[in-house]
């Protein structure tokens, strides 16, 4: 055992390896991917904006400063003593995503933002990450075991889902889901539940596009319900009922429910040439914006359609198709595999986190970013509709952006608490 001076000496020596190496501590993969996206993000939005009268993408830059400083503040704070304030923080957001129903500022046909001190704050892109905590809290404290075990995490969530579809902000709500199915798979649900709780989805899909599809559909949802559910008899009934119910509610809601510029984004995306003009313009032009960078691209700030701003909301929702014209395959392949190498590294911290709120945490943040990157870019070559969801890093999005690093600094407080799994027997969190 190190006697009293022996320890003081190797406290001293450590602090002076991390004085002379002040990274030491810094997990280099999950900050330097994200800051190397901002640099170039910067420069992209800068060349979408040459021909405006204005300029705010040195704004995207301080903004990843200051969301830097807010998650190496998280960094040192243990999750697990955060998600211990999950319902004071449950409710600060809820007021805020009600507040901006009462005074909230409409832009582009939709109420999601409140203007605190001149600045426009979007509550739907904070409640993203305290869906997380509450679901990565409710879920370490009550895995799913049985299908009932699924109606506490369903009903927590659904708040939030229902107070961001209103505004309406569609693809923030499908945030939500993806969220919720991945984080209940980590925390033990089988499979199968998982393709079942999809299934509604699919089924509204084929009603919608392919109706005899259904045909073989149903019968599959039927077979996987007898083969995985506990209550076979009753399961089969629900299952079979649920998806008949959606495929015969889905004209309803498609006139009903859906405003009519999420039907156009649903229906264009197919086949954008039937209105080149409007509601397939964008499309349209971000293909042909991302297919004129070729291999190698035109160059930074050398874009033509760029220039002349031929794809609307480019600096946010589009921001690839600036990065496929000027940066080409070669570029846009760079960052793509930068985001995979991003989600290896997240998965790893998942994996190798000390309790199971940590673990859940860290999946869900992954889920986050990885489910807006492949929307995202898939909407933007036109292998997806228009969901108006941003691209982690790049899209110019003052909020976006904070949440985006408060959710890295959650990681890496788990990353640097982590370092094995917990021994046979340990009591996780």
């Given at each position: 055992m190190l006697s009293l001076d022996g320890r003081n000496r190797s406290l001293f020596a450590r602090r002076e390896r991390s004085r002379r190496?002040?990274?030491?501590?810094?997990?280099?993969?999950?900050?330097?991917?994200?800051?190397?996206?901002?640099?170039?993000?910067?420069?992209?939005?800068?060349?979408?904006?040459?021909?405006?009268?204005?300029?705010?993408?040195?704004?995207?830059?301080?903004?990843?400063?200051?969301?830097?400083?807010?998650?190496?503040?998280?960094?040192?704070?243990?999750?697990?003593?955060l998600v211990r304030w999950q319902w004071p923080i449950f409710a600060v957001t809820m007021v805020s995503l009600v507040a901006v129903r009462v005074v909230g500022t409409t832009a582009l046909g939709a109420q999601r933002w409140i203007s605190i001190a001149g600045f426009n704050v979007q509550p739907s892109e904070f409640a993203k990450l305290t869906a997380i905590l509450m679901l990565a809290g409710v879920l370490a404290r009550h895995p799913v075991e049985?299908?009932?075990?699924?109606?506490?995490?369903?009903?927590?969530?659904?708040?939030?889902?229902?107070l961001v579809f209103i505004q309406p902000d569609l693809g923030t709500s499908l945030v939500f889901g993806a969220v919720l199915l991945v984080m209940l798979f980590w925390s033990g649900m089988?499979?199968?539940?998982?393709?079942?709780?999809?299934?509604?989805?699919?089924t509204a899909?084929?009603?919608?596009?392919?109706?005899?599809?259904?045909?073989?559909?149903?019968?599959?949802?039927?077979?996987?319900?007898?083969?995985?559910?506990?209550?076979?008899?009753?399961?089969?009934?629900?299952?079979?009922?649920?998806?008949g119910f959606f495929a015969a509610i889905t004209p309803w809601l498609w006139l009903n429910v859906l405003q009519d510029?999420?039907?156009?984004?649903?229906?264009?995306?197919?086949?954008?040439?039937?209105?080149?003009?409007?509601?397939?313009?964008?499309?349209?032009?971000s293909t042909v914006g991302i297919g004129s960078g070729q291999l190698w691209g035109t160059g930074l700030m050398r874009g033509s359609l760029t220039k002349l701003r031929f794809i609307p909301e480019q600096h946010t929702d589009f921001i690839f198709s600036a990065l496929g014209e000027e940066t080409g395959f070669i570029g846009s392949v760079l960052v793509v595999a930068g985001f995979v190498a991003l989600a290896w590294r997240l998965l790893h911290i998942a994996g190798r986190?000390?309790?199971?709120?940590?673990?859940?945490?860290?999946?869900?943040?992954?889920?986050?970013?990885?489910?807006?990157?492949?929307?995202?870019?898939?909407?933007?070559?036109?292998?997806?509709?228009?969901?108006?969801?941003?691209?982690?890093?790049?899209?110019?999005?003052?909020?976006?952006?904070?949440?985006?690093?408060?959710?890295?600094?959650?990681?890496?407080s788990v990353a640097r608490r982590g370092g094995g799994q917990p021994r046979p027997g340990q009591t996780r969190w």
């Open positions: 190496r002040p990274l030491a501590g810094v997990d280099l993969l999950l900050w330097g991917i994200p800051l190397a996206m901002i640099a170039l993000a910067g420069i992209l939005i800068a060349s979408t904006q040459r021909q405006a009268d204005y300029a705010d993408w040195y704004q995207h830059w301080i903004t990843a400063a200051a969301g830097l400083g807010i998650g190496l503040l998280l960094a040192r704070l243990p999750v697990d003593r049985r299908p009932v075990d699924l109606v506490r995490p369903s009903a927590l969530i659904s708040l939030p889902w229902l089988p499979g199968g539940w998982l393709l079942l709780l999809l299934s509604p989805l699919a899909i084929l009603a919608g596009t392919l109706p005899w599809g259904l045909l073989g559909w149903i019968p599959f949802t039927a077979w996987l319900a007898w083969t995985s559910l506990p209550w076979k008899r009753l399961g089969l009934a629900i299952v079979v009922g649920v998806q510029y999420q039907r156009d984004r649903l229906a264009l995306f197919l086949d954008p040439a039937k209105d080149p003009l409007g509601g397939g313009y964008h499309l349209l032009q986190a000390h309790s199971d709120v940590e673990s859940l945490v860290v999946v869900g943040v992954g889920t986050m970013l990885m489910f807006q990157v492949v929307v995202n870019i898939n909407m933007t070559i036109g292998l997806g509709p228009v969901t108006g969801i941003p691209l982690p890093f790049l899209s110019y999005g003052r909020s976006a952006m904070l949440m985006n690093f408060m959710a890295l600094g959650l990681c890496a």
